[in-house]
């Protein structure tokens, strides 16, 4: 019978620091997958080692394996063991890590070999030890190695060591640094997405010596719009006494439901701040990836358990395999005195490489599974869920204008109230998508951000979030080049082109998007009336019937804003469109009579006003028009 041959050193055990593998015995840990692998009472494992009885211990005492062991001084190195063995066992393989030893010399032999190198530093563990975390590092090694589960997906299980448990460490200093120094007496944590997050602030708050309390509650838009007595209570107990300074953390968010609770619950807005650690504490370009990697094991109706039972039970239990690898990860860490001894630079790196490198690695598509996948199928039945058993109950938290407006000041949007312009359209968008917000949605956007640095996309995360039904497409076109912000996972797709330039449109609505149809076009574009009525002749084709053609800012022109015809003898959009709705014609610039009669022939037009106050006299009352297709 063939048995497979194991080195014991760095191979099924490895040191916990990385130092020699046989020299600090009391630092020894299992390589669980390696260890899961060797067939009890068959395989053999052969050593190189000057003590027989501790590699005989080790074996069983750390590995946890009874197999027959051969123990010599050199005689891999040298071959006399690999001589030995190969008259005595009919072996098909060896694995071990010296390529001497373990790869060469069992070749010799005619012992086919592998080279096992699990022992070593992941890449993700390397950057983090090259920034100077290094202890962090070793225990991310530790809980890669020690945690194997047959039957979990692997993407699910390593991702929370290599990942989710540093990001999460690192955030709980950052936390920690801001509840030391403004003051806060206690911190409440909200499940379901701090469902993790709440077991590693205890560490961290002991490793600096924190004095604060740490709550963790159930929370949820169902519990905190249509919450129970039960649950008010609870609510009203984890924010403690009125002398508390509160400070309210959640992996990512808007806060809007969690306000309306706390006014709900009577509880003084003044002494409770609302934190997310997207946004908040690091800077998200893939926006709900932490979310995603922090599922619950749970539905998300704790407060109306009775009423719901999930059909995916299967899909949350995939989950637990990853929780249980965290709480793995967690429990090493009390082997590493100095994961404290860490520089804010080296926190500040070492977050960026795992927020831009790393968790889109594991919480992105895998044809083996991902977070995503299951996530993704979660949530549709969730957003089913609200709608049918709280229907018309839930439309205080659906079309309530300050949570797009909430929206768009957390990512400096000027739809806003806040930011640069605050012209505050998000009003108008609250009622104009209020019937559709939880469709299949298929927007496009024209203009992506005010100048050009490419940082950030603000409108399209403001719309991925708003429109929550997990198939919503949500596509964008600038002149600068953002398609680093595309995400497949988020289904956000943008394309780089001139807005004005009508070839380039053309190509885009003929060839890159030939089967897309939209419901929503925005143009926020360079607000130039030639461009304006370019985009709207090429792009009108892409609009299904019933949807919506809005064009912002028309009471303001890159040049001449102040006239109604422009150069060139295009009529300034503004002026065009008020003229169209007072019964007047419709000549778009540069455009085909055909074209501008169907467009004229097909659709009714709104305006509304903005709210901003950067033109001080003018009149903003048609500053954005909103195009219905009828037919």
Known sequence: MSVKSWDLFDTLVTDRFMRPAGDHLPDLFRIASNCDEVTPYVDVVVSDYYCEKDAFLVLRNIAKLNNNIYVSSEGKYTGSMWKELSSELDISLHTGDNKHS?????????????????????????????????????????????????????????????????????ASIKLNQKIAREGHTRVVMIARDCCLWHKVLPLVRKLFCGAYDIKYISSGRICSYRPTRGYKREFVAAMGTEKDKVLIVDIHGTGASMRHLIKLCGIDETRAEILFLDGGIIKNHVWRNMEVINSDVEPPFADWDVRFKTKLQHLYDKFKDAHEAFDFTLGCAKHYSELWDLNDVAIENSIQFLNDKVLPKYVGKHEHGSYWACYREIECEEVATRARVFGDDMKPMDNDESYLTMLANKFRSDKGTEY?????????????????????????????????????????????????????????????????????????????????????????????????????????????????????????????????????????????????????????????????????????????????DAIRTSCVISFYDSSSTRWPGRNLDHAMAVLTKTN
């Open 420 to 596: 640069l312009c605050k012209h505050h359209y998000t009003r108008h968008y609250s009622k104009l998508f209020q019937d559709i917000r939880r469709e299949k949605v298929a927007l496009l956007e024209l203009g992506l951000q005010i100048g050009s640095s490419g940082s950030e996309v603000p409108s399209l995360r403001m719309w991925r979030e708003y429109f929550y039904h997990p198939c919503a497409k949500i596509h964008g076109i600038d002149l600068y080049d953002f398609v680093k912000h595309s995400s497949d996972e988020d289904n956000i797709k943008i394309w780089q082109h001139d807005c004005g330039n009508r070839e380039e449109l053309k190509h885009f609505a003929t060839t890159e998007t030939r089967s897309l149809m939209y419901d929503v076009i925005i143009d926020d574009a360079s607000h130039a009336s030639e461009h304006q009525q370019t985009a709207l002749s090429e792009l009108w084709c892409k609009l299904f019937i019933g949807g919506m053609y809005v064009i912002e800012d028309l009471h303001w022109q890159p040049n001449d804003d102040d006239i109604k015809t422009l150069k060139g003898g295009c009529m300034k959009t503004q002026t065009l469109l008020e003229n169209w709705k007072e019964g007047g014609n419709l000549i778009l610039f540069d455009t085909d009579p055909k074209v501008s």
């Open 102 to 170: 373990d790869v060469k010399m069992p070749l010799v032999y005619g012992i086919n070999s592998r080279h096992c190198t699990k022992h070593l530093l992941s890449e993700a563990e390397q950057a983090i030890y090259d920034f100077g975390a290094t202890h962090l590092a070793l225990l991310m090694r530790e809980g890669r190695l020690s945690f194997h589960k047959d039957g979990a997906l692997d993407m699910i299980v390593e991702g929370q060591s290599q990942c989710n448990f540093p990001m999460l460490f690192l």
